[in-house]
């Protein structure tokens, strides 16, 4: 009876403590932010929200295909592949699962046809950014679906340079498509050497403004010096992380532009006098030469324009 | 016994050298206009305007370009066509010059819109003139030579545009293009004006007279064929104006999406260069009369614009349809400035071509707002180019009404002069 009894009350501590493993695992797998509600002494207690789920089933009927998958928040993830099967038609043929090119080897499984398919489902926690990424199911030997997971793509960046004057102001707009979900906010950074550095608005000079819409970022940068060019950088910031763009800016001086406008001023005012010179000394020869040969270019040229007018009959020919 | 005056066209020898100007300046100015919309949403960006305000700039451009017209008429016949166009090119390049300084929105108006639609004014009409007046054999083929440099100009100056914008910003770019003007001025240096002599016949002896100087005629208005050929102008230019704006937008609405749209502007351009040079060799064979030429191709441009809706989304209809389009504009251009010497003969080609113009722009104002409102009212793009072929077939009457009244007046000059010789003849047998 008392050997028993232990075993019992071994059990239920085992128990005890399996559970209390159990919750301090599920306060790590934290959705929101956490948030500060004891008093300063005291470690923040999270929130038990449950995390949200989502599904993404693909039908694999050629040997490739890719998803975009856009995830805003923190969520698990189930992912489904169906292929339907090349000509051989095995009854089980063996899947995985690989991200970002790396096989997880776990994920090894012998996959039944099923209704004419073969499925292979997994589920991912998706919290933060590394978890981001290309994640494949790979059919052996050939047939593949990747899903690209990340954070809301940005919309439309300028992909050529931004050209700017010196003691100009420039703007810089980074826009989310209306149809994405909103960023929960915007920042900006420039790169310094290899980092980026954040931008603040409240740095010397007061260069700089930034104007946070919901769907739109703009950043203004006054009274531009050639130092301000390079690389700008606009996050998004969601729960999964930050969607980047970048936008490259270029400061030239009035100089630059100068360059070739003087170029063609002179080469307009060298031809400008060229052919005006050409032409004096031209017609003083003509001058020499050609007051006895006048006359009879005039009568000439007045049957040249008879003979040319419609049908005009040419009764000017003097008849003497 | 007086006869008329008469400039002597030199037809060939330095006229190519006039034509290979004149190439020039139609392309430094219409080709620069045709391309103000690279510059579109840079200044709407950079001033955080809206695009009508930004649209202003251009019909400003334009309607300068238009109203200067007789000024510049009269003023070529007061100086030279060497001494306007010089002024011409240095009122474009100062207009761009001070565009690139960015000073302010209204400034931007006057700059590029008034000194830029002046200047053009002031290039493109005397080396109009100034072919005309070199040529009279070869007049069509020099004048479509010369007006399809607009063509050539304005496919080059797409890219390059481009790429000034990208380098150095719609300022610098502004500023090489005022440059690039200047080169108007090296074209109306090689304008070597012509000498006008007249001619008296007085019982075997020639005399040389020096020049009567002329006088901006605006009594040419008083002839009936002059007066239906600027009602045929307004007609033309409303019908003219109208598909460019429109031909996209209709491609998009019937469902061709990507480059295919951009493609088909590109399609009609080089039609138009197609026409202007074969049309001008056509109407130089003499195989008709210029007028006669001009009436069957603004019917046939008519007709082709009002079946192009009914092409549905049939690309294969839309690009050949557009393509004949193309073509047959670049043979109205062709042809109806040529004409006008038909009309008013070549002393009063520079009024007549002043006064052209400036009524052409009503009917560029008019025609698409008004076809602007029709899509509105009717929800659709066809409405567009049932006007526009109206507005066209409607112009061609007036052409044959105008060929007509030339043909009879031809008639009766012809008959006053065998009549006045004869009477001469009669005189000195007595």
């Known amino acids: 009876m008392s050997a028993s009894y232990t075993h019992l009350s071994c059990q239920l501590l085992l128990l005890l403590m399996v559970c209390r493993h159990v919750n301090t695992k599920n306060t790590t797998v934290i959705t929101e932010p956490p948030v500060e509600t004891s008093g300063p002494n005291t470690p923040p207690v999270a929130p038990l929200t449950p995390l949200q789920t989502g599904q993404k089933s693909v039908v694999l009927t050629g040997e490739n295909h890719t998803e975009k998958v856009e995830v805003v928040n923190p969520v698990t993830l189930n992912l489904e592949c169906a292929w339907t099967g090349n000509n051989k038609r095995l009854p089980n043929i063996t899947g995985y699962w690989t991200k970002d090119g790396k096989t997880i080897e776990t994920s090894y499984s012998n996959i039944q046809l099923q209704n004419g398919r073969y499925y292979l ?42 050209v700017s004057y010196v003691g100009d102001s420039v703007v810089m707009i980074c826009k989310m498509d209306e149809k994405k979900p909103k960023p929960l906010s915007w920042n900006w950074y420039k790169q310094n050497g290899t980092n980026k550095v954040k931008i603040e608005v409240d740095s010397p000079g007061h260069r700089y403004k930034i104007t946070k819409d919901e769907k739109k970022a703009k950043l203004v940068v006054h009274n531009l010096t050639e130092s301000d060019s390079g690389l700008y950088y606009c996050g998004a910031v969601y729960g999964i992380g930050t969607s980047v763009g970048y936008l490259q800016l270029r400061v030239i001086t009035y100089f630059e532009p100068l360059k070739p406008f003087i170029g063609i001023l002179v080469e307009v005012l060298v031809l400008v006098a060229v052919i ?27 049957h040249g324009e008879n003979a040319a007018a419609d049908g005009r009959s040419s009764t000017r020919q003097r008849k003497v | 016994m007086l006869e008329s005056r008469r400039s002597c066209p030199p037809d060939g020898g330095y006229g190519w050298v006039v034509v290979l100007s004149a190439f020039w300046v139609m392309g430094l100015t219409a080709a620069v206009l045709k391309n103000f919309g690279l510059f579109f949403l840079d200044i709407q960006r950079h001033f955080g305007i809206l695009a009508s305000t930004t ?17 510049a008429s009269a003023m070529t016949l007061l100086f030279s066509q060497r001494v306007v166009i010089v002024i011409g090119g240095l009122l474009c390049a100062s207009g761009m010059l001070l565009a690139s300084l960015d000073l302010s929105l209204p400034c931007l108006y006057f700059t590029m819109g008034i000194l830029q639609g002046t200047g053009i004014s002031f290039s493109w009409i005397p080396a109009n003139s100034m072919v005309s007046h070199y040529f009279v054999r070869w007049r069509p083929i020099a004048y479509a030579i010369a007006s399809s440099g607009e063509c050539v100009f304005a496919i080059i100056f ?34 070597r004006p012509l000498e006008t002599t007249q001619n008296t016949v007085d019982q075997g002896a020639t005399l040389l007279l020096p020049k009567r100087s002329k006088t901006f005629q605006c009594s040419l208005l008083k002839k009936p064929e002059l007066l239906l050929y600027i009602v045929f102008a307004i007609l033309a230019a409303a019908g003219i104006f109208i598909p460019p704006l429109f031909l996209v937008p209709f491609a998009n609405h019937v469902g061709l999406h990507d480059y295919w749209p951009a493609s088909i502007l590109s399609l009609v351009a080089l039609a138009d260069l197609m026409g202007r040079l074969i049309c001008g ?16 191709v603004v019917s046939l441009q008519g007709v082709v614009l009002m079946l192009l809706p009914i092409s549905h989304n049939y690309l294969g209809c839309i690009m050949f349809l557009s393509f004949v389009y193309g073509f047959l504009f670049g043979c109205v251009v062709a042809i109806h400035v040529t004409s006008i010497v038909d009309i008013v003969s070549l002393e009063g080609f520079d009024s007549g071509l002043g006064l052209f113009m400036l009524f052409r722009s009503i009917g560029g104002c008019v025609g698409p707002p008004l076809a602007g409102f029709l899509v509105d009212q009717t929800g659709n793009y066809s409405a567009a180019f049932y006007l526009s072929g109206f507005c066209l077939i409607s112009s061609a009457f007036f052409v044959i009404l105008v060929d007509y009244l030339v043909q009879k007046k031809e008639a009766n000059q012809t008959e006053a002069d065998t009549d006045l010789h004869f009477s001469q003849r009669t005189e000195q047998q007595k």
Request: proline share 4%; charged share 20%; with cysteine.
């Open chain 2, 158 to 191: 797409g890219p390059f545009f481009q790429w000034l914008i990208e380098t150095y910003s719609w300022q610098g770019a502004l500023l090489i293009i005022g440059g690039l003007q200047l080169n108007i001025c090296v074209c109306g240096a090689l304008m």
């Open chain 2, 281 to 296: 060799w056509v109407a130089n064979m003499t195989l008709f009369r210029n007028l006669q030429l001009l009436t069957v």
């Open chain 1, 276 to 302: 005006l010179i050409y032409e004096k000394t031209g017609s003083k020869k003509d001058d020499q030469s050609g007051a006895e040969g006048n006359p009879d270019q005039n009568t000439n040229q007045l």
């Open chain 1, 121 to 162: 489902r997994r589920e991912f926690s998706i919290m933060n950014e590394e978890d981001l990424g290309t994640y494949s199911c790979i059919f052996d030997p050939k047939a593949k679906v990747d899903f690209i997971l990340a954070a809301p793509y940005l919309g439309e960046v300028r992909d050529k340079p931004i």
């Open chain 2, 55 to 71: 649209s202003w700039i251009t019909s400003c451009t334009i309607a300068m370009f238009h109203i200067g017209a007789p000024a």
